[in-house]
């Protein structure tokens, strides 16, 4: 499991610091699922190697809270066109969860719990083509801090 060499200097600390609190535990796994796991993965996109962030079931629960509480003023395309991306990718994720979080929905900011907020991010990492794995996405500053919003390889 330690066959890492190829990875970009700049996971190898995390990647020894997943190995290490992941124990014995781990299969074969791709590295980005040990960062994932480990809730301090970045999203990758020059090695084309996305490193998945969020799960399937949280992008689903973000869907339903985007229906309940977004929807009526938001269309989906807003969330990744050039302007949204322009605006957000290559910036820490905390910084988009605490925008909607601090602003929307708009008139009532923060009255959703804070896991709908987070859900709504995972959605729209999803709608960014940015794949789904086995870990939720953390809602907790420290964890989003550490994960960059970046594109997958193949988008656009
Ligand atoms: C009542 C209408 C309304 C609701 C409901 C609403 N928004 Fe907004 N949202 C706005 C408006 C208006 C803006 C633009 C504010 C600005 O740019 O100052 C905005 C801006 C945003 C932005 C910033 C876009 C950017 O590129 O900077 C995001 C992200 C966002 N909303 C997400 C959400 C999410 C997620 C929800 C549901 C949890 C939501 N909004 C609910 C009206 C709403």
Same mark, same amino acid.
């Given at each position: 499991m330690h066959k890492h060499t190829?990875?970009?200097?700049? =996971?190898?600390?995390?990647?020894v610091a997943?190995?290490? =609190?992941a124990g014995s535990r781990m299969t074969a796994q791709q590295p980005g699922a040990r960062l994932a796991a480990q809730n301090r993965p970045?999203?990758?996109?020059?090695?084309?190697?996305?490193v998945a962030v969020y799960s399937e079931e949280q992008a689903t629960e973000g869907q339903a809270v985007?229906?309940?509480?977004?929807?009526?003023?938001?269309?989906?395309d807003e969330f990744t066109n050039s302007d949204f991306k322009g605006k957000w990718v290559?910036?820490?994720l905390f910084e988009l969860f605490e925008q909607i979080r601090t602003t929307m929905p708009d008139g009532d900011p923060g009255?959703?719990?804070?896991?709908?907020?987070?859900?709504?991010?995972?959605y729209i990492l999803k709608l960014n083509g940015l794949p789904a794995g086995t870990t939720r996405l953390a809602t907790d500053s420290v964890a989003l801090s550490a994960i960059t =919003?970046?594109?997958p390889a193949s988008a656009p």
């Amino acid at each position: 499991m330690h066959k890492h060499t190829h990875l970009p200097s700049a =996971f190898l600390l995390a990647v020894v610091a997943a190995s290490v =609190f992941a124990g014995s535990r781990m299969t074969a796994q791709q590295p980005g699922a040990r960062l994932a796991a480990q809730n301090r993965p970045i999203v990758v996109r020059d090695t084309g190697d996305s490193v998945a962030v969020y799960s399937e079931e949280q992008a689903t629960e973000g869907q339903a809270v985007y229906k309940k509480s977004c929807a009526e003023c938001h269309e989906l395309d807003e969330f990744t066109n050039s302007d949204f991306k322009g605006k957000w990718v290559g910036r820490p994720l905390f910084e988009l969860f605490e925008q909607i979080r601090t602003t929307m929905p708009d008139g009532d900011p923060g009255t959703l719990p804070r896991e709908e907020y987070g859900a709504t991010v995972a959605y729209i990492l999803k709608l960014n083509g940015l794949p789904a794995g086995t870990t939720r996405l953390a809602t907790d500053s420290v964890a989003l801090s550490a994960i960059t =919003f970046k594109l997958p390889a193949s988008a656009p």
